[in-house]
């Protein structure tokens, strides 16, 4: 009898097609968000999952799915999955790095540009019919070329933000991360690592692109904001919780930075109502990573690794993006 495997929400049908020719495959085609107890039922009988990075995987899901061998994410982060949980289960995780690296960091450059030269805002007011004459300070904002650039986590993402900024826009750019760089990639990158005292101080643009854990659990809140410049925006696309967003809105309503730029929120779909009050903020639903082909590209890297981890296909027991391969020498 073939694997059964589970597809937690609508994806591209070629994807699907392809867990077919292996599997027998129940996919969520109507894109319905269900609740935990819903997805733990559909589980039942599965051998493995596909999920975004919107599924919460905790001990109690893996507690009720005895059966489950591979949970494959078409996400890059993976902070809703308890990965030592699933470990210590057998059970093998796969995220999806590199394929969207480029894409997410295109979106994070656009997004500081937009905030910090106010496109957001002066679309609003076009649209509202209330431009009636040029003025020589109409949405008039900061300079990108020649500024300097903070980079908060300097990962895979984090890096092709700092190559844009030093190589395209001439920018000086200062980055803090746990781990250090190497001093080659320090001076290809142009990047200098600084506390993250200083990141916060001296940064006109600061973008955070950290992971999403306990330790980095409102690493921007009140304090932080207080440090920079009030010239300063802050661009997040790493995940909802990295910054306080309660903290964020007020420090946007007291003009304590100039702007921000959101992709994610904690909590999303949902927004601080905060958030939605205050005009120099630009706002978009999680969507860094959405060029068609980047979501083509991470869909069938989930698939590829699907497959691979339940012992079909040419890569058969190899996923190529698997974070606990350690769990297939237990097999
Ligand atoms: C990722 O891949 O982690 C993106 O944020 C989409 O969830």
Redesign the pocket.
Known sequence: MRPKVLVARAVFADAVERLREHFEVESNDADEIWHQAELIRRLQGKAGLFI??TQLIDADLLASCPLLRAICS????YNNVDLPACTARGVLVSN?PDV?TET?ADFGFALMMATARRISEGERFLRSGRWVKWSYDLFAGADIHGATLGVFGMGRIGQAIARRGALGFGMRVLYHNRSRLSPDIESTLGATHVTKQQLLRDSDHLVIVVPYSPASHHAIGAPELALMKPTATLTNIA?GGVVDDAALAQALRDKRIAAAGLD?FEGEPAVHPGLLEVPNVVLTP?I??ASIPTRRA?AHLAVDNLIAALGAGPSAGRPPTALNPEVLAQR
Do not use: D
């Open positions: 975004t990075g078409m996400a890059v982060g999806a969207l997410t995940r994610v999680h860094a990573s991470m």
